[in-house]
Each structure stands twice: as structure tokens, then as C-alpha cells.
């Protein structure tokens, strides 16, 4: 989907389909939304080679690939040797096996040192590129468009929210029941809990490689 098709169905769910006034907050917390669910849930399964050089035994990840979870190298291959190589638990003044391992955060180690020409081929998890005009595509799965929307609609009710405050000029009356001064808040909120609950009913990609 499009990012001009997509905009206009969260400016509907935050009365403002014409996008005249949450135009830059959509965007905004569409790439929030698109973030969080890469690291959270599903991200974009990559492929990125690293060669060595002998001496070297870390290397930085690549820049989009996702700086948190257990699983964001699910994978790496090394291709010259023909063989998957073990993940290894890294702990100071330990012995340290045969493998590789993930530390600090953003970057990859090897043991032993990657051999001149070698090849290793890591398997990762990226995040989604940025949304920077109308002709992005936004490439989730279809079950996710919806999650997409409610936590960007979400987050935009809240900034509109930020702003009536700020101008006293969204109010309710003292005598009208059960009064509330922000209760555009309660349905920014609902919105992100349905986020939360659609990406939840759905059970994450194991990114399983063939072995």
C-alpha cells in the first residue's frame, strides 16, 4: 500500500481526512509505528555479507538492522566454508568457543578471526524503511495495515491532544455526570490498545532458515 492511501485512512480515524491539520504528526508517528512493530514483532527478514580481513573479529551490524531482542541475527552462513556457524554465549574471562556472538549492541564478533577472503553471510532482522513521501510503499503483512493505523491514529490524538491543553479548549462541564478534562486522551488510548491487541492475536515469523 501507498503511503498517500494510507495516510488518508489514519487522518479519517482522527477526523482530519483532508489532512489539512495532522498532516506532519501522521507521518511522524506512522514511522514510530512502523519502527516498534519491526522490533517488536515482524521485521524485514535481510541478507548482509561480511568478508574478512584476518585480524578483525567485530563487525558493525547493518545500520537497519533492529538494536533489540534476542533474534535479531537469526542466522549466519559461512559461505566460503559451506557451513552454518553455532551462536555462542559471550562472558568475560570465560573460555569462548567456536562461533559467533552478538555484543555490545550493534555489533557482531567472531571466533576465531574471519580469514582473509572468507565470507560469512549473516541473516537479520531490518527495520522498514522510513516513510519520506507519498510513493513509499509500505510493505507489512495485510493483517498489519490495521495495527499500522491505530497506533499512528493513536499517537496523533494524543499530540492534538498535547495542543488542547495547552489552549484550554477542550473541555467538559463540572455538572455533566462523570467529568473529564482530556477525553480525546481515552479514545487515543483505545486506539493503541487495539494496536496492541492485533499485533498480539498474531503469532510472530520464527524466520526459520534451511539448514
Not at 91 to 106: A, C, D, Q, R
Request: hydrophobic fraction near 40%; charged fraction near 20%.
Amino acid at each position: 500500500m501507498l503511503w498517500s492511501q494510507l495516510k488518508v485512512q489514519i487522518g479519517r480515524k482522527v477526523n482530519d481526512a483532508a489532512l489539512t491539520k495532522t498532516a506532519l504528526s501522521i507521518l511522524d508517528n506512522a514511522n514510530d509505528a512502523l519502527r516498534l512493530f519491526a522490533s517488536m514483532h515482524t521485521g524485514v527478514a535481510s541478507v548482509s555479507d561480511i568478508t574478512g580481513d584476518g585480524e578483525t573479529t567485530q563487525f558493525p551490524l547493518p545500520s537497519n538492522c533492529i538494536d533489540s531482542g534476542e533474534n535479531q541475527v537469526y542466522g549466519v552462513y559461512d559461505v566460503t566454508g559451506d557451513k552454518w556457524l553455532t551462536e555462542v554465549s559471550f562472558f568475560p574471562n570465560t573460555h569462548l568457543e567456536v562461533g559467533y556472538y552478538i555484543w555490545p549492541n550493534g555489533y557482531i564478533n567472531f571466533n576465531p578471526f574471519i580469514t582473509d577472503t572468507y565470507i560469512y553471510r549473516v541473516y537479520y532482522i531490518a527495520y522498514y524503511d522510513a516513510i519520506v513521501d507519498d510513493n513509499t510503499v509500505i510493505s507489512v503483512p495485510q493483517w498489519a495495515y490495521e495495527a499500522i493505523k491505530m497506533y499512528a491514529a493513536g499517537r496523533t490524538l494524543e499530540d492534538q491532544a498535547s495542543t488542547m491543553a495547552l489552549l484550554g479548549q477542550f473541555r467538559t462541564r463540572v455538572d455533566s455526570g462523570n467529568p473529564e478534562d482530556q477525553p480525546i486522551l481515552r479514545l487515543a488510548q483505545g486506539y493503541i490498545q487495539q494496536f496492541w491487541d492485533i499485533i498480539n492475536s498474531h503469532r510472530a515469523p520464527q524466520y526459520d532458515l534451511t539448514r
